[in-house]
């Protein structure tokens, strides 16, 4: 079955750097569009990255943009998430998860999978704290 | 950024109501629309995509209507598993945006 797995999270110094990854399992990783999505604790959800299928367009949202970078190695099945520059306001439970397609702008960038596949994982916390 | 407005925020309702949550979006998002389910410590669970395509598994007195600006939630008959917090998102484009949530109780 689709799994989805993230490791990575844990306390980090404003300011310091940390690397999350998230293990792909029972899919065809290689063919879908990954993404990150964060939760602040106690609060609500909040997309971060975005990454096509094969890492050729990545995007972000303005409040990480020029300090996360999205990648994906397609042979090791693993998606990661570069984050620098912390700030207690990154406090929160990071998601990697599948979807069908992204749009910005007039450009839409979709899987090439066969199925349809809305998969999250369970998360992983990051705490930015002095 | 596309705004998404969703209410009520908190709901207390019986098993066995049926219950109606509203997600309005700031501009047109055609039916670019997905439903989620949290429980406490969970994951997000999707529940609805395309505005109104049950995912698969998910049991069918959920359903979700709408397209362009206002979309609607809806659970036909409240079983006491469905105590979670709702989410709507809009993934009409960049950046997914997604309404404050509404946390349902059981009366």
């Known amino acids: 079955q689709v799994q989805l797995v993230e490791s990575g999270g844990g306390v980090v110094q404003p300011g310091r750097s940390l690397r999350l990854s998230c293990a792909a399992s029972g899919f065809p990783f290689s063919s879908y569009v990954m993404q990150w999505v964060r939760q602040a604790p106690g609060k609500g959800l909040e997309w971060v990255a975005v990454?096509?299928?094969?890492?050729?367009?990545?995007r972000y949202a303005d409040y990480v943009k020029g300090r996360f970078t999205i990648s994906r190695d397609n042979f090791r099945n693993t998606l990661y998430l570069q984050m620098g520059s912390l700030r207690a306001e990154d406090t929160a439970v990071y998601y990697c998860?599948?979807?069908?397609?992204?749009?910005?702008?007039?450009?839409?960038?979709?899987?090439?999978?066969?199925?349809?596949?809305?998969?999250w994982g369970q998360g992983t916390l990051v705490t930015v704290s002095s | 950024d596309i705004q998404m407005t969703q209410s009520p925020s908190s709901l207390s309702a019986s098993v066995g109501d049926r219950i109606t949550i509203t997600c309005q979006a700031s501009q047109d998002i055609d039916n670019d629309l997905n439903w989620y389910q949290q429980k406490p410590g969970q994951a997000p669970k999707l529940l609805i995509y395309?505005?109104?395509t049950l995912e698969t598994g998910v049991p069918s007195r959920f359903t979700g209507s709408g397209s362009g600006t206002d979309f609607t939630f809806t659970i036909s008959s409240l079983q006491p598993e469905d105590i979670a917090t709702y989410y709507c998102?809009?993934?009409?484009?960049?950046?997914?945006?997604f309404g404050q949530g509404t946390k349902l109780e059981i009366k």
């Open positions: 395309g505005a109104s």
């Open positions: 990454i096509w299928y094969d890492g050729t367009d990545e």
């Open positions: 998860a599948t979807r069908d397609r992204y749009c910005s702008g007039s450009s839409c960038y979709s899987s090439i999978g066969s199925t349809t596949i809305h998969s």
């Open positions: 998102q809009q993934y009409d484009s960049l950046p997914d945006t």
